[in-house]
C-alpha cells in the first residue's frame, strides 16, 4: 500500500524554525517527484514546493523563497521541508504529496497525500 | 503566482449535474494541459479525480468529467450523490517546477 506520513509539526514562536519529514512506502520512491501543499485554518490549499525524483530542480511558492528549503534522501524514502524565519501566516496543515511517475509524460499531478502535520506559528 | 479563480460554493441536487469552473490565465492553465482537480472531504486527505485536464484515475467514477477551454477549466459532476459533497480545488502546473491551486468551491447536496 502506498502511505505517506507526515511529522515534525508543532507549536514554535515567529521567527523560529522548524523541519517537516516525510516518509514514503509503498512504492519506489526515486521513480517520484514531491511536493508540500498547506492549508491554513479555514482557507484553500496552497502549493508550497516541489522536487524531482533526483533533486535536481526544486520550485517554491513566492511567499516562502529564501525561508524554505525542501529535500529529499532517496536512501531513507524521506521528503523534508526546513523552514525557517517562520511568520504567524505559515500556520497551517502541511501536506505531502507525491507527483505522476518521473518515466511518464503524465506526472502533473498529485497522488497520493499523506493526512497532514500541523505547524502553529504563535507568540 | 495568483490563485485560480473558483466559485466558493456550488450545489445541486441528487441525480443532477454540477460544473464548477477554475479561471487561471494564459501562463498556467492556458498554456498547460496539466490541470487537475481534487475532492477534499474536511479531515481527510485530498484525493485526485482528474489530471491533464480530463483523465481519471482508476477508481475514480466516470460521474467525474474535466474540460477545458482557454484560460478556464470545469470539473462536472453528474449523478450528484450525498457522499460527493465536500470541497473541490483545481490544480494547474505553472512553470519551472512551480504549482497553483484555486481557491476551493464547497459543493453542497441538497
Known amino acids: 500500500e502506498v502511505q505517506l506520513v507526515e511529522s515534525g509539526g508543532g507549536v514554535v514562536r515567529p521567527g523560529g524554525s522548524l523541519r517537516l519529514s516525510c516518509a514514503a512506502s509503498g512504492f519506489i520512491f526515486d521513480d517520484y517527484g514531491m511536493s508540500w501543499v498547506r492549508q491554513a485554518p479555514g482557507k484553500g490549499l496552497e502549493w508550497v514546493s516541489g522536487i524531482n525524483w533526483n533533486s535536481g530542480n526544486t520550485g517554491y511558492v513566492d511567499s516562502v523563497k529564501g525561508r524554505f528549503t525542501i529535500s529529499r534522501d532517496n536512501a531513507k524514502n524521506s521528503l523534508y521541508l526546513q523552514m525557517n524565519s517562520l511568520r504567524a501566516e505559515d500556520t497551517a496543515l502541511y501536506y505531502c504529496?507525491?507527483?505522476?511517475?518521473?518515466?511518464?509524460?503524465?506526472?502533473?499531478?498529485?497522488?497520493?497525500w499523506g493526512q497532514g502535520t500541523l505547524v502553529t506559528v504563535s507568540s | 503566482q495568483s490563485a485560480l479563480t473558483q466559485p466558493r460554493s456550488v450545489s445541486g441536487s441528487p441525480g443532477h449535474s454540477v460544473t464548477i469552473s477554475c479561471t487561471g490565465t494564459?501562463?498556467?492553465?492556458?498554456?498547460?494541459?496539466?490541470v487537475s482537480w481534487y475532492q477534499h472531504h474536511p479531515g481527510k486527505a485530498p484525493k485526485l479525480l482528474i489530471y491533464d485536464v480530463s483523465e481519471r484515475p482508476s477508481g475514480v467514477p466516470d460521474r467525474f468529467s474535466g474540460s477545458k477551454s482557454g484560460n478556464t477549466a470545469s470539473l462536472t459532476i453528474s449523478g450528484l450523490q450525498a457522499e460527493d459533497e465536500a470541497d473541490y480545488y483545481c490544480?494547474?502546473?505553472?512553470?519551472?517546477?512551480?504549482?497553483?491551486f484555486g481557491g476551493g468551491t464547497k459543493l453542497t447536496v441538497l
Open positions: 504529496a507525491r507527483w505522476g511517475p518521473a518515466y511518464s509524460s503524465s506526472r502533473n499531478w498529485f497522488a497520493p
Open positions: 490544480c494547474s502546473y505553472a512553470g519551472t517546477y512551480t504549482w497553483v
Open positions: 494564459s501562463s498556467d492553465v492556458g498554456y498547460y494541459n496539466y
